[in-house]
């Protein structure tokens, strides 16, 4: 399936934003406008929050990619934005909401809840929009994936093998099933860790990146609460991409 493409814009710096569905399935693509070869590719994690609310700040990822030759895309999150309601996923969260309200520890039963179906539908979603994005003249490989819920990122790097290195972001509740699947990622990894992330176990995040089986993996702790990322963060992650993909 080609991707359908419903909207375009030039932005300042010479990247071309194109909004995109798959059948319902929404997403935007952005682009070197001047490229002259096919460039590898980035796919943003599906924004936990939703394209629309969290636009901002994937622009300003896509627009880095660009000013560093890759084509960048993202799709939504399945439940998300103006995607239609997912019971499940509602009533796991709003089980997460009153344990930690309560000040209780979060149990296995509602991380798995809540994260395990989202990965299981997340992941064959983004692997379509490979296929599609692929399948585009100005876009060819090697392809990178960057940020996102690190438990859908974790499966990706494990079943996708056109994923050819991965920068993701600790913060997330992880299942104790993708810890196993951790131990199965091989390609290069870039990790990047808000130290004093509220919304995030540290100790569980260390524990992750142990786990996974790449021979080069980094680890970027930086202080901070979940969005002081600090603007060096994502030098690092830039140059990252531009060492295993081009």
Request: charged share 20%; aromatic share 6%; hydrophobic share 45%.
């Given at each position: 399936?080609?991707?359908?493409?419903?909207?375009?814009?030039r932005?300042?710096?010479?990247?071309?934003?194109?909004?995109?569905?798959?059948?319902?399935?929404?997403?935007?693509?952005?682009?070197?406008?001047?490229?002259?070869?096919?460039?590898?590719?980035?796919?943003?994690?599906?924004?936990?929050?939703?394209?629309?609310?969290?636009?901002?700040?994937?622009?300003?990822?896509?627009?880095?990619?660009?000013?560093?030759?890759?084509?960048?895309?993202?799709?939504?999150?399945?439940?998300?934005?103006?995607?239609?309601?997912?019971?499940a996923?509602?009533?796991?969260?709003?089980?997460?909401?009153?344990?930690?309200?309560?000040?209780?520890?979060?149990?296995?039963?509602?991380?798995?809840a809540?994260?395990?179906?989202?990965?299981?539908?997340?992941v064959?979603?983004?692997?379509?929009?490979?296929?599609?994005?692929?399948?585009?003249?100005?876009?060819?490989?090697?392809?990178?994936?960057?940020?996102?819920?690190?438990?859908?990122?974790?499966?990706?790097?494990?079943?996708?093998?056109?994923?050819?290195?991965?920068?993701?972001?600790?913060?997330?509740?992880?299942?104790?099933?993708?810890?196993?699947?951790?131990?199965?990622?091989?390609?290069?990894?870039?990790?990047?860790?808000?130290?004093?992330?509220e919304?995030?176990?540290?100790?569980?995040?260390?524990?992750?990146?142990?786990?996974?089986?790449s021979?080069?993996?980094?680890?970027?702790?930086?202080?901070?609460?979940?969005?002081?990322?600090?603007?060096?963060?994502?030098?690092?992650?830039?140059?990252?991409?531009?060492?295993?993909?081009?």
């Amino acid at each position: 399936m080609a991707p359908h493409f419903t909207s375009e814009q030039r932005l300042a710096d010479d990247v071309l934003e194109r909004r995109f569905t798959l059948g319902d399935l929404p997403g935007i693509l952005w682009t070197p406008a001047s490229a002259a070869a096919p460039v590898p590719l980035i796919l943003l994690g599906n924004p936990p929050l939703g394209l629309h609310k969290m636009y901002p700040r994937l622009v300003a990822r896509a627009r880095r990619a660009a000013a560093d030759g890759f084509a960048a895309a993202t799709i939504e999150l399945p439940g998300s934005g103006e995607r239609p309601r997912w019971a499940a996923a509602e009533q796991a969260r709003a089980e997460l909401r009153q344990a930690m309200e309560a000040g209780e520890p979060v149990s296995d039963g509602i991380i798995d809840a809540l994260v395990l179906p989202l990965v299981d539908k997340a992941v064959p979603e983004l692997q379509t929009a490979l296929d599609a994005l692929l399948s585009l003249p100005e876009i060819g490989g090697p392809v990178g994936y960057s940020g996102g819920v690190i438990s859908i990122g974790v499966r990706l790097a494990v079943v996708e093998p056109r994923i050819a290195a991965a920068g993701l972001f600790a913060g997330s509740l992880v299942p104790r099933a993708v810890f196993e699947e951790a131990r199965q990622v091989t390609i290069p990894l870039h990790v990047l860790l808000q130290w004093d992330d509220e919304g995030n176990d540290r100790q569980a995040a260390l524990d992750l990146f142990d786990a996974f089986g790449s021979k080069e993996k980094s680890l970027h702790a930086h202080m901070g609460g979940h969005t002081g990322v600090p603007q060096f963060a994502g030098d690092a992650a830039a140059r990252f991409f531009t060492r295993h993909l081009k």
